[in-house]
Structures are given as C-alpha cells and as structure tokens.
C-alpha cells in the first residue's frame, strides 16, 4: 500500500468515527432532550424528569464521554497506520 492510499485510509476511519460520534451526541442532545422529552419526562434522575436532565446535563456528560472515546479510537487508529509517537 503506497503512502497516499494509507493515509486516505486513515482520513476515512477518522471521519468514520467522527460521524458515528457526532450522531450520537445529536440524538442524545436533540433526541432526549428536545424529540422524546414527554416520554422521557416519565422517568426521573437524580429529583429531575429525565428529559430535563438530559437537556440541561445530559448532553453535556455525553459530549464530554465522546471526547475520550474519541481519543482513545484515535490513539488505536494512530498505532494501527503508524503515526503514534
């Protein structure tokens, strides 16, 4: 495999994985908090409807959870094609 097929290869996996991640984190922040907010209201969190949490916290734990499940696919897709440190 040349250099250039290799790091195309790299790119996709990376945008890959970014989209998965980013839809994620728009169903939770969209879908929980905004869509699905009166039948996740049933339930309740910590005193709180769940919609609500997941609309004023929710989101934002999930964000930061992705941020490190990114980094940790990124640190496995870098050793995979050779460009960890």
Not at 6 to 23: D, G
Not at 53 to 67: D, N, P, R
């Amino acid at each position: 495999m040349n250099k250039k097929s290799h790091a195309k290869r790299y790119w996709q996996e990376n945008i890959k994985y970014l989209f998965i991640l980013l839809s994620i984190w728009f169903l939770v922040s969209f879908g929980a908090g905004i869509l699905f907010k009166d039948f996740l209201d049933q339930f309740h969190l910590g005193g709180f409807k769940l919609g609500f949490w997941f609309a004023q916290q929710g989101s934002i734990y999930i964000f930061v959870i992705l941020i490190f499940v990114y980094i940790r696919l990124m640190n496995h897709l870098d050793k995979k094609y050779g460009y960890d440190e």
